[in-house]
C-alpha cells in the first residue's frame, strides 16, 4: 500500500508537467517551481529505494521463516519500516536540495531533460559545483548501496531456500511469491544506478533521457 501510494505521486510530481510540455510551446519553468519538483522526485526515488529493501526483508522473512511471520513481522514493525523509509527519503531530499538550490544559475539556462533532475541542474550552474556532487554521490551511495546489500542478501537466502525444496510446483509456488517485487527491483535499481552513478558525466549522453522514461514512467506503471 505505501508502494502503491508512493508511485501515484511519484508518477504525478513528474508525467503530466511532462505531457504539458509535449503540447505547449512555453516549455519554461520557474525556480522554484524546478525546485520543488526536484525535491519531491528525489523524496519518492530515496524512499522507494529504501522500501524495496524491506519490501525484500519481508520477502526473505515469509519464505524462510514461514511459521515465524506473524511474530518477526507485527504490524508495529511493519509501521515502524514504512515510516523510517519515509523519513529517510525525506531527509536525504532535505539535505540534497540544501546544497543543489545554493547554486548560482546564469542568465535563462536551458534544462536538458524532460524534467528537472540532479544532473542537468548540476551541469548549468554557473560556479563550482564540486561540493554539491560530493554531498549528492555520498547521500547516493548511502541510499544505493545499503538497500541494494538487503536486497542481494535477501534473496540470496530466499534462492538457497527455494532450491532445496523437492518439487517443481514447490518452486515455482515460492519463486512467484517475489518474481513481481524481483522484476521491479531489478528495473528500478539498474536504470537509476546507470543514471545516478555519476550525473554530472551522465548528462553528456542522451540516452540519460531514454533511461529516465525507464524509472520514471514504466516503472510505476508496471
Known sequence: SHLSFLEMWYVTVISPRML????????SISFNGCMTQLY???TFVC??????AVMAFDRYVAICNPLHYPVIMTNQLCGTLAGGCWFCGLLTAMIKMFFIAQLYYCGTP????YFCDISPLLNISCEDSSQAELVDFFLALMVIAIPLCVVVASYAAILAIILRIPSAQGRQKAFSTCASHLTIVILFYSTTLFTY????LMYTYNSNKVVSVLYTVIVPLL
Do not use: G, M, Q, W
Not at 110 to 113: F, I, K, Q, S, T
Open 197 to 200: 552513478a555519476c550525473p554530472k
Open 20 to 27: 504539458v510540455d509535449f503540447l505547449s510551446h512555453d516549455r
Open 110 to 113: 536551458e534544462v536538458n531533460h
Open 40 to 42: 519531491f522526485f528525489v
Open 47 to 52: 524512499t522507494e529505494y529504501i522500501l524495496l
